[in-house]
């Protein structure tokens, strides 16, 4: 970026570039000039909106696990609505594929990210486990209206749909695929539990 020229949102901006640079070469290769090189501004712009480099990616975790709990909010408005597999991966894949990868990898290369988005957001909401609980949410909403059926495990179906989620984006979040695998996958799942379902309503058990 030429020098001189306004950045509009620079803490988005420097976000950005974090996310480009684990997706390129892992969340070990950050520091502050890294990230400042990768978003062609200079390294002073990073210490003028965070006291460290701790506290940059702790705003990126904030921030971006916000981001993912936030386009989800609405899940649970579609039950009834359209069908169980394209609710859940219109919801899903609302998030970028790049900020799954990089939040993914960024939270299991610094175990302690959790705790300090915890502290801002509440236990339980940093990245993944607030969306696990959302879908969880929405199916049950879905088994009690009747759309599945009464023998499906909902919480189990949240855990298996979110997990395929979270394990194409860590192997392969930058394939252009990568969205048509996840919608793969949770349908497969949400037929499979329907499936399994009626044939443990069948069988008595």
Request: net charge neutral; glycine share 8%; aromatic share 4%.
């Amino acid at each position: 970026m030429p020098r001189g020229v306004a950045i509009t949102e620079p803490r988005q901006h420097l976000f950005a570039a974090a996310e480009r640079l684990i997706a390129a070469a892992g969340p070990s290769q950050l520091t502050s000039r890294a990230v400042t090189r990768e978003g062609g501004v200079a390294t002073g712009l990073l210490f003028a909106h965070f006291a460290s480099f701790d506290d940059f990616l702790t705003g990126y975790a904030v921030d971006r696990s916000f981001q993912i709990a936030a386009t989800a909010a609405g899940l649970g408005e579609r039950a009834g609505t359209g069908t169980v597999d394209a609710n859940l991966g219109e919801t899903l894949l609302a998030t970028p594929m790049i900020t799954l990868l990089a939040v993914t990898r960024l939270f299991a290369h610094r175990p302690t990210l959790t705790q300090a988005v915890e502290a801002v957001l509440g236990s339980g909401n940093a990245a993944l486990p607030a969306l696990e609980r959302t879908v969880a949410g929405y199916l049950t909403a879905e088994r009690h209206i009747g759309r599945l059926p009464a023998a499906a495990d909902t919480d189990a179906l949240a855990v298996a749909v979110v997990g395929a989620l979270h394990h194409v984006a860590l192997t392969d979040g930058e394939n252009p695929a990568a969205p048509t695998r996840v919608r793969r996958a949770i349908t497969a799942l949400t037929a499979a539990t329907t499936v399994n379902a009626v044939a443990r309503r069948d069988d008595g058990s």
